[in-house]
């Protein structure tokens, strides 16, 4: 009976014990890799009893989205960006809020000075990254909308983990899986661990940073940008914000979002 109970209490721990799937990276930031990634097929993360929810998604063999998607001009790419996936080797985000940053003749875009080398990419075609640090210390992720030229784009302001969590927080330093891991723009470059090295990477390519095709959000919510007080009041004040409605994967202040027809 001894043996019989011993043999059943080891069981049971064997059982609890978690499967780890994820690889764990050394470094917080590293340079684009130059050897693209041909694997397409993602994991779900499952969410601990004691997180928000994340959704799962199926792990079907995504799509990058073509070069076209981003050929548009940036107020109608950052709805359409919702939902999309973002991912860089075994950490995959769904985009839960954006930004329209950056726009011709908008005193809060970054290239209102003209091209600069920090702002190049901003002036680069649809579909690359424009990379920049906030405070030297927060690298911000920002998609490049419309024709070569133009200078405008869609900031990343919150996404919801859904591979490689174990990776997240190690390079987020929090063991944690509720949205405070993920709702702000400089902890999405931090997650997927970029620098201003990943600018100008072209996110519609295989390998490095790619942004794959995901489901459209049933409803969405939208309000006024957030941190541009030093533009001019026309621009602070436009409703450029787009988020994932019932979601707890969004930054704050959330008080300012609205069903569109409100």
Same mark, same amino acid.
């Given at each position: 009976?001894?043996?019989?109970?011993?043999?059943?209490?080891?069981?049971?721990?064997?059982?609890?014990?978690?499967?780890?799937?994820?690889?764990?990276?050394?470094?917080?930031?590293?340079?684009?890799?130059? =050897?693209? %990634?041909?694997?397409?097929?993602?994991?779900?993360?499952? *969410?601990?009893?004691? %997180?928000?929810?994340?959704?799962?998604?199926?792990?079907?063999?995504?799509?990058?989205?073509?070069?076209?998607?981003?050929?548009?001009?940036?107020?109608?790419?950052?709805?359409?960006?919702?939902g999309k996936f973002l991912r860089r080797d075994d950490v995959v985000l769904q985009i839960t809020e954006v930004v329209e940053a950056y726009r011709p003749n908008d005193s809060a875009c970054h290239g209102r000075?003209?091209?600069?080398?920090?702002?190049? *990419?901003?002036?680069?075609?649809? +579909?690359?990254?424009?990379?920049?640090?906030?405070? +030297?210390?927060?690298?911000?992720?920002?998609?490049?909308?419309?024709?070569?030229?133009?200078?405008?784009?869609?900031?990343?302001?919150?996404?919801?983990?859904?591979?490689?969590?174990?990776?997240?927080? =190690?390079?987020?330093?929090?063991?944690?899986?509720?949205?405070?891991?993920?709702?702000?723009? +400089?902890?999405?470059? =931090?997650?997927?661990?970029?620098?201003?090295?990943?600018?100008?990477?072209?996110?519609?390519?295989?390998? +490095?940073?790619?942004?794959?095709?995901?489901?459209?959000?049933?409803?969405?919510?939208?309000?006024?940008?957030?941190?541009?007080?030093?533009?001019?009041?026309?621009?602070?004040?436009?409703?450029?914000?787009?988020?994932?409605?019932?979601?707890?994967?969004?930054?704050?202040?959330?008080?300012?979002?609205?069903?569109?027809?409100?």
């Open positions: 009976m001894k043996r019989a109970r011993r043999f059943k209490r080891v069981a049971t721990e064997t059982s609890k014990r978690p499967i780890l799937s994820n690889r764990l990276k050394d470094d917080d930031v590293e340079p684009p890799p130059r =050897q693209p %990634s041909h694997s397409l097929t993602t994991a779900v993360v499952k *969410p601990r009893s004691d %997180s928000f929810p994340i959704q799962e998604i199926p792990p079907p063999k995504m799509t990058i989205l073509p070069y076209t998607f981003f050929q548009i001009d940036a107020l109608d790419l950052a709805p359409r960006l919702l000075f003209g091209i600069t080398p920090r702002t190049a *990419p901003v002036f680069g075609p649809g +579909g690359h990254a424009y990379v920049y640090l906030c405070y +030297g210390l927060h690298s911000m992720l920002n998609v490049v909308a419309d024709k070569e030229g133009v200078g405008a784009a869609v900031l990343i302001r919150a996404c919801a983990p859904i591979s490689g969590l174990e990776t997240i927080q =190690q390079r987020r330093g929090q063991k944690t899986s509720k949205p405070v891991l993920l709702t702000e723009p +400089g902890k999405i470059g =931090q997650a997927l661990g970029l620098s201003t090295e990943w600018s100008n990477h072209p996110l519609y390519t295989s390998g +490095g940073l790619e942004i794959l095709d995901g489901p459209q959000p049933e409803n969405m919510l939208i309000g006024p940008r957030v941190g541009i007080n030093y533009a001019l009041p026309e621009h602070v004040n436009v409703w450029w914000r787009f988020a994932i409605a019932g979601t707890p994967w969004i930054s704050a202040p959330k008080n300012t979002l609205r069903p569109p027809s409100s």
